[in-house]
């Protein structure tokens, strides 16, 4: 169905596993443990309350940029 719509897998590498709401400070250890260039991180922003993931994000992104990654659309 998704095909059919035009829509492409995007190939994600980093499951933050955020719908488990785990606690911001794992859902950071995941990425930095697992992410390497050119990888994909996986978060959700559906399910429930995302304030866990929202707040990962806050802190990841400055991370992200420190370290050198950019951040683009899926293409």
Request: no cysteine; net charge positive; glycine share 12%.
């Amino acid at each position: 169905m998704s095909a059919a719509h035009g829509l492409k897998p995007l190939g994600w590498s980093v499951d933050t596993r955020d719908w488990e709401k785990p606690g911001v400070d794992a859902i950071l250890d995941n990425v930095r443990r697992e992410l390497r260039p050119g990888g994909v991180v996986l978060m959700h922003d559906a399910g429930g309350d995302r304030t866990q993931s929202v707040d990962a994000l806050a802190r990841l992104l400055p991370w992200l940029k420190n370290q050198g990654y950019r951040f683009a659309f899926p293409g």
